[in-house]
């Protein structure tokens, strides 16, 4: 049974997110694009760059260019930082009637994963798998469920673990 996402007050600060989207079932990933942006701009994020891809295959390598630490001898650099709190990654794959969607699933799925421990930037992965429209619907246009807004939570929340650690 799917669970109304919670309000939950975190707080930004200076917090820099950035944000891949497919472009590929846009009608179901600009809902959670919005979602993710007003609720970034509600917490008082200081910058959301936004990158859209074609796909849900395409958005690793444009995660991992992102994750990777300003050069330092760039004069924006402060020191080898990551550039981002977190990056939030979105998009939705519909099940056909072959395992394409299975394959192209799993292969961002552990991209993501990947992404994240090579350069310990909290990848938030809301790629969704399902199987059909009703469950996009349900998961991507109810404001109440709305999956975008609950991978911005755990962004924020995860940029405040990280800053934690240091």
């Not at 707080?11 to 979602?35: K, P």
């Not at 942006?37 to 991992?64: C, D, F, N, S, W």
Request: net charge positive; hydrophobic share 45%; aromatic share 4%.
């Amino acid at each position: 049974m799917l669970k109304p996402i919670k309000s939950r007050s975190f707080r930004a600060g200076d917090g820099r997110f950035a944000i891949v989207a497919s472009q590929y079932n846009a009608r179901y990933v600009d809902a959670m694009l919005e979602a993710a942006k007003a609720e970034l701009a509600r917490a008082g994020a200081k910058t959301v760059q936004v990158v859209r891809v074609p796909g849900a295959y395409e958005i690793p390598v444009v995660a991992a260019r992102l994750a990777r630490p300003t050069d330092p001898s760039s004069p924006r650099a402060t020191r080898h930082a990551p550039r981002f709190n977190a990056i939030v990654c979105l998009g939705v794959i519909l099940r056909g009637e072959t395992v394409h969607a299975a394959h192209i699933g799993e292969a961002v799925s552990r991209a993501l994963m990947e992404i994240q421990l090579q350069y310990e930037t909290p990848v938030i992965h809301e790629v969704l798998l399902l199987e059909n429209e009703a469950q996009a619907r349900a998961r991507c246009l109810d404001p109440k469920q709305n999956r975008g807004r609950e991978a911005a939570q755990t962004a924020l929340a995860m940029a405040r673990v990280m800053a934690g650690l240091d």
